[in-house]
C-alpha cells in the first residue's frame, strides 16, 4: 500500500503541469490604474496631487500586494519569496545611489519612486514568466528585482518640480553647472582686499530677543556709504517688494512684435533674482564650491566682477545654490547666502565693505531648503531672515544692533509696512505673522497662524495685509490697527481661492492675482471670493504691469505669458519661449528691458514699446 501511494505521488513536473494558470489580469488592472493615479492624475486634477500620490503611490501598491499575495494563484514560496526578494533588491541597491536619489523628497525619494517601479515589474513578470518552468520563472524573478532596483543606481534627480513631479537625469551627465565649469570663462579680477577689521559687533538684546554667538567680522573697510540716487529695481520684487512696474507700457500683440533677445548667458545655479542699477544687474548663484555674487552688464551681460564665498548650499529638491536676492543702497550690495553669509559689497568693484553669518549670530539653525531670505534696507539698518529670525545689522560698519526670535521657521523675507504712520518690519513664520521695529526689534503685534511660509506679505492700499503661510490653507486678509491696548492684527477673511505655495502675490484696484496651486487665480478683497481661476503656468512667478492692466508671467517651463489684470474673467494676451528649464525666479522689467533667469541660463529682452511711450521712458 505505501509502495503504491509513493509511486503515485506527483513530481514536480506533473505538479507543475497540473497546477492552475496565474490569474494576472487583476494585477495588470491594479498596476494600470496605480501609474495612472500617480504620473496622469496630478496633471487632470492638480490641486489633489497629495493625494493622487498617495493613492497612486501607496494604495496601487497595496492592491497589487493584495492581488499577488492572495488572489494570484501563484504557489505559496513564489507568493512569500517574490515580496522578500523585491525588498532584498531594494535594500541591496541603496549603497549605490547617488546622493540625490538617496537625499530626495527629504530622504524618501528612492521609496517613492521604487514602490510603483517593483510594483510594475511584479506584474510584467508574472504575465512574461507564467508560462516558464519552476526554475527559470524563479531565475527570471531574481534578474526582475535586480533590473528594476539596478535602474536607480544609473539616475540622479536635478530637482521637482512645484508639484512634486521628479527631474530625472542619467547620473553620469553632466549638470547644467558642470557645463558652466567646464566653459573658459574670462572672470574680472577680483578687488584688492581693504585692510582694516572691522570693531565687536555690539549688540542691544530688545524684549523677547534672544542671546546668540557672535560671528567675527572679516577684514572690512570702515567707510560709511556714499549717498546715491535710489536704484531703479533696488532688489527683491522691486522698490517696495511688490512685484509691480509702473511708468512702463509695452506692445501685447507678440505674435507681429515679440520680445527681442538682447542677449542670453549661462549661469550657475540659485534661485535667487535681480537687482538693477546705472546700467548693471546684479545676482547671485553657485559655482562649484564658491557661492557667488555677481555684477553684470545690464547691456550685454558681460561679467563686471564677482565676489566669492567659500560656501556651498545643497539639497536634492531644490538644487544647490544661493536663494536669495541682492539689495542695493548707497552704492552697495548687501546679500545673503544660503548657509547665513551676510555680506556687505561696493556696488562699484565688489571689493567686501563687511560681512557675518546671520545663522551663528543669531543661532539659527539652517533649514532644509536653506536660508532664503533678501535683505531689507531700513534707515541706517540692513535686515536679514534666518529660518524665522531676524537681525539688524550696521549699513557702516556691520556692528549687529539687535537680533530676535519671531516664530519658528521661515523661507519668507522681512517686508516694510507703514501702518497709521508707524513703520514696521513683518515677517511670515511657522508661527503666523510678526511685526517688529526696525529701530530696536520690539515686538509690535502677533497673529497666530501655523505653516511653512515662503511668500511675501502683500500690502492692500488703504490698510492691512495678505498673507499665505502654506500651499493648501489658502489667503488670509488682517486688519491692522493700533488702539490703548497696543496693536491688534485680526482675521478679516481667509480664502480657499488663492491658495499660493512659493508663488508671491500682486495686488491690483482692489484685486489679488497670484498662483492656485499651479493655476492663475483672482480673487476680490473685499470678501476674497474668487473672480476666475485660468492658465496652466505650472509654479511660475509673475509682475502686474499696473499701467496696462497686465500680468507679466514667467511660467515654471520657462515661457512668458501676458495675462489680462482683470477681475472680469480670465484671459491670455499673449505667449513666447524664455528660458529652457525649470523656471522658479522672479523675473525684472526695468523700462523696456526684461530680464528673465533660472538655475542654468539667464537671458535679456526688448520688449517692443507702445506707440504712447514716451521718449523719455524708452531711455
Known amino acids: ?3 503504491d501511494v509513493l509511486l503515485h505521488m506527483p513530481t514536480t513536473q506533473e505538479q507543475e503541469t497540473n497546477r492552475r494558470p496565474l490569474r494576472v489580469w487583476p494585477g495588470v488592472v491594479a498596476v494600470t490604474l496605480q501609474w495612472l493615479l500617480w504620473q496622469a492624475g496630478p496633471k487632470v486634477a492638480p490641486d489633489y496631487i497629495i493625494y493622487e500620490m498617495i493613492g497612486g503611490i501607496m494604495g496601487g501598491a497595496v492592491v497589487v500586494l493584495l492581488w499577488w499575495m492572495f488572489f494570484s494563484r501563484a504557489p505559496w514560496l513564489d507568493r512569500v519569496g517574490a515580496v522578500v526578494m523585491m525588498a532584498i533588491a531594494a535594500f541591496a541597491a541603496r549603497p549605490f545611489l547617488d ?23 511584479l506584474v510584467v513578470w508574472a504575465v512574461i514568466a507564467r508560462s516558464f518552468a519552476q526554475g527559470p520563472r524563479r531565475v527570471a524573478l531574481v534578474v526582475t528585482a535586480v533590473v528594476a532596483c539596478g535602474v536607480f543606481v544609473g539616475l540622479r534627480t536635478d530637482g521637482i518640480t512645484g508639484d512634486g513631479g521628479m527631474q530625472l537625469a542619467a547620473r553620469w551627465s553632466k549638470t547644467s553647472e558642470q557645463k558652466l565649469l567646464a566653459q573658459p570663462i574670462a ?7 581693504p585692510a582694516a577689521p572691522a570693531a565687536v559687533a555690539k549688540v542691544e538684546t530688545p524684549k523677547e530677543a534672544i542671546a546668540a554667538p557672535k560671528s567675527a567680522p572679516k ?9 546715491r540716487p535710489e536704484a531703479i ?9 511688490d512685484d509691480i512696474v509702473t ?4 506692445r501685447t500683440d507678440w505674435g507681429s512684435a515679440p520680445p527681442k533677445e538682447v542677449w542670453r548667458k549661462p549661469i550657475g545655479p540659485g534661485w535667487s533674482s535681480f537687482a538693477v542699477d546705472d546700467g548693471h544687474i546684479f545676482t547671485q548663484e553657485q559655482r562649484g564650491d564658491s557661492e557667488v555674487v555677481a555684477c553684470y552688464q545690464e547691456a550685454t551681460g558681460e561679467p563686471v566682477w564677482v565676489h566669492r564665498d567659500a560656501a556651498r548650499f545643497y539639497e536634492s529638491n531644490g538644487g544647490p545654490g544661493p536663494r536669495g536676492t541682492p539689495t542695493l543702497h548707497n552704492g552697495r550690495v548687501y546679500t545673503l547666502g544660503a548657509t547665513g553669509i551676510v555680506n556687505a559689497l561696493d556696488e562699484d568693484t565688489g571689493a567686501v565693505v563687511w560681512t557675518h553669518n546671520a545663522a551663528s549670530d543669531t543661532g539659527a539653525k539652517v533649514p532644509d531648503w536653506g536660508i532664503t531670505s533678501s535683505p531689507l534696507v531700513v534707515d541706517d539698518k540692513v535686515i536679514v531672515a534666518a529660518s524665522g529670525r531676524m537681525a539688524a545689522y550696521d549699513l557702516a560698519s556691520g556692528d549687529l544692533r539687535w537680533h530676535v526670535q519671531s516664530g519658528g521657521g521661515s523661507y519668507s523675507s522681512p517686508h516694510l509696512v507703514t501702518v497709521d504712520g508707524v513703520t514696521q518690519v513683518v515677517l511670515l513664520n511657522a508661527s503666523g505673522a510678526t511685526a517688529v521695529a526696525p529701530s530696536d526689534g520690539k515686538t509690535l503685534w502677533k497673529h497666530a497662524w501655523k505653516g511653512i511660509p515662503i511668500i511675501q506679505p502683500a500690502v492692500i492700499p488703504g490698510g492691512g495685509l495678505l498673507i499665505a503661510v502654506d500651499d493648501s490653507g489658502g489667503t488670509r486678509r488682517l486688519a491692522i490697527k493700533q488702539g490703548p491696548g497696543g496693536w491688534t492684527a485680526d482675521e478679516v477673511w481667509t480664502s480657499n481661492g488663492l491658495k499660493p505655495y512659493f508663488n508671491d502675490i500682486v495686488i491690483h484696484n482692489g484685486f489679488a492675482y497670484g498662483f492656485d496651486g499651479s493655476i492663475l487665480s483672482c480673487i476680490d478683497l473685499q470678501d476674497g471670493k474668487r473672480k476666475w481661476k485660468g492658465g496652466r503656468y505650472g509654479h511660475g512667478q509673475l509682475l502686474l504691469v499696473a499701467d496696462q492692466d497686465v500680468l507679466l508671467v514667467t511660467t515654471e517651463e520657462g515661457e512668458l505669458a501676458l495675462v489680462s489684470a482683470t477681475p472680469d474673467k480670465f484671459t491670455e494676451i499673449a505667449k513666447a519661449p524664455a528660458v529652457e528649464g525649470k523656471t522658479w525666479n522672479h523675473p525684472v522689467l526695468v523700462h523696456d528691458m526684461l530680464l528673465v ?13 507702445a506707440a504712447s511711450e514716451s521718449a523719455e521712458n524708452r531711455q
Open 597 to 609: 533667469r533660472n538655475g542654468a541660463e539667464m537671458v535679456a529682452f526688448r520688449l517692443p514699446v
Open 187 to 193: 572672470e574680472p579680477a577680483a578687488p584688492a582686499p
Open 247 to 250: 511708468g512702463v507700457r509695452f
Open 233 to 241: 529695481w533696488p532688489g527683491f520684487r522691486g522698490p517696495h517688494r
Open 1 to 3: 500500500m505505501k509502495g
Open 99 to 121: 546622493k540625490s536619489i538617496v537625499g530626495g523628497a527629504m530622504g524618501m525619494l528612492f521609496m517613492l519612486l521604487s514602490i510603483p517601479i517593483l510594483s510594475l515589474a
Open 219 to 227: 577684514a572690512v573697510a570702515s567707510a560709511k556709504p556714499v549717498e
